[in-house]
């Protein structure tokens, strides 16, 4: 059975998987401190909720933007699923992807792993918005390249930077609110929160769209989607499980090609 890691900065999500299933799936802070012998005590337990143990586990893959946080999840897979992980962005791997920008190295290995999943899973050129830490928009071709995207602060970044910048404003959930204009600073700041990231995602996928020159299919992913979709016409499909998708897509294509060498 296969684990999935993806680290982000703020989450990490582990995925056990069983050829196209995902048996079970666990979020957790990120934290570069912690151990390898530290991650087997926390996952052992959530493992065990779906009747499964670390003993079932006999593949792994990271996907990780967090450079301090990939020894440890290497030494936890080689010490406790006596494996070698695949790791996205090492020089070896396949991803099957074309990767169609000034500097290939630079594209996050979560944006190349949602590309192997969108194109799989949507037909045509996509718009892939991920709401993580920051709020990504990644463009995929119709033959399945990363043609290159844009970048914004998250939606819980840009909360917390008003809350520390601003003394007299507190930190506030990021939720919709019935009206734009806000009678006190809370609901105020919600809706400058919510309603202003709803017309950053309309502006900004509809200039890609222009700028592209051809018909888009939009896929929300990430932590937050579940807050934007369905309130902006923007975005027609919500896929919550599209990075650990990618990474289950990438290790059968190399697991593959090992069996043929």
Known sequence: MLLAIDAGNTNIVFAACSGTE?????????????TADEYAVMLGPLLALEGLTLADL??????????????????????????????????????????????????G?????????????YPGALIVVD??????????????????GVIAPGANLSAEALHKAAAMLPRVAIQRTQNVIGKDTVPAMQSGL??????LIDTIVARIKEEYGQPMTVIATGGLANLFYKQTPAIEHLDPDLNIRGL????????????KA
């Open 22 to 34: 995902i048996r079970g799936q666990w979020r957790a802070v990120t934290s570069t401190p912690r």
């Open 58 to 107: 006999d593949a792994a893959i990271i996907s990780t933007v967090v450079p301090a946080a990939l020894f440890d999840l290497r030494q936890f897979c080689r010490k406790y699923l006596k494996c070698e992980p695949l790791v996205v962005k090492d020089p070896n791997l396949d991803l099957g992807i074309g990767i169609n920008v000034d500097r290939p190295s630079s594209v």
């Open 109 to 121: 290995a979560d944006r190349l792993v949602n590309t192997v999943a969108a194109h799989e899973r």
């Open 131 to 148: 709401f993580g830490t920051a709020t990504t928009f990644d463009v995929v071709s119709a033959a399945g390249a990363y043609d290159g």
């Open 194 to 199: 919510f309603w202003g990231y709803i017309g």
């Open 248 to 259: 289950m897509l990438i290790h059968a294509r190399n697991a593959q090609k090992a069996k």
